[in-house]
């Protein structure tokens, strides 16, 4: 099928590489099916790109590229839910938020996407009683910014 995207225009994808979010992601509940694209090739970066609305499209990264010492516990729940029998089935994400310059961009560590990529289910789920905030630099940032990514 055919869809609009935000950043490469008119794309083909087939059924199966359609992932469903079954309560949409937060503040866009409605929005329940998305594709995971690359964005460019040779980038750690990908798309999660709505395929209803094409302005609807967050930039996302394998936070682990980023953040060697970051940990994930999916809740049992969201493993249920997502019918998540292995853990070769299971694939993290974090939201980019895009900064100018670029290298001021940040990672949503407090939220990450956990997607079933056997299943192509897909969740954001929040992890509570964690040092991960919203906004982590995903570059190396100068002394003089400190913590502000907490």
């Known amino acids: 099928m055919h869809i609009e ?3 490469s225009g008119t794309v083909n994808v087939a059924p199966e590489e359609v992932y469903h979010f079954e309560h ?3 503040a866009f509940e409605d929005e329940q099916r998305f594709v995971l694209m690359p964005f460019k090739e040779g980038t750690p970066f990908y798309i999660l790109q709505s395929v209803e609305t094409p302005e609807l499209a967050f930039v996302m990264v394998n936070p682990f590229h980023f953040f060697a010492d970051y940990q994930v516990e999916i809740p049992e729940s969201t493993i249920t839910q997502l019918n998540i029998t292995q853990q070769q089935d299971a694939a993290i994400f974090s939201i980019v938020t895009i900064q100018e310059p670029f290298q001021k961009s940040t990672a949503n560590l407090q939220g990450p996407v956990v997607l079933n990529v056997a299943e192509r289910q897909g969740k954001q789920i929040l992890l509570n009683d964690t040092s991960y905030g919203r906004k982590h630099h995903i570059f190396p940032q100068e002394e003089a910014a400190g ?3 907490r």
């Open 5 to 7: 995207t935000k950043y």
């Open 24 to 26: 949409g992601l937060p």
């Open 147 to 149: 913590q502000e990514g």
